[in-house]
């Protein structure tokens, strides 16, 4: 399954801003079955650490069977977030 997660805005800076996109997610387009999430950061323009982290770490929690991969990884802001959580 492929989140897009410029779909929850381009300037996604706060942890509970993280948190409550993931609730969203979950509610709304994930499947419980999923085997394998692939995070696209298409239109993201900012991204921080604690944002990121909510999101991944409540999704691996939850999911904790599922694949996390990760695409449209180039933006600094994306990739040196990614970085600094471990993801």
């Not at 079955?33 to 999704?59: A, M, Y």
Request: net charge negative; charged share 30%.
């Amino acid at each position: 399954m492929i989140i897009k997660i410029g779909d929850f805005g381009n300037n996604l800076v706060s942890r509970p801003e993280g948190r409550e996109a993931f609730l969203s997610a979950r509610a709304y387009i994930i499947d419980k079955e999923e085997k394998e999430f692939v995070l696209d950061f298409t239109g993201v323009e900012v991204l921080t650490p604690s944002w990121i982290d909510e999101f991944v770490s409540n999704l691996k929690k939850e999911f904790s069977q599922a694949e996390v991969s990760y695409k449209n990884t180039d933006n600094p802001s994306v990739s040196e977030s990614l970085k600094w959580v471990g993801k």
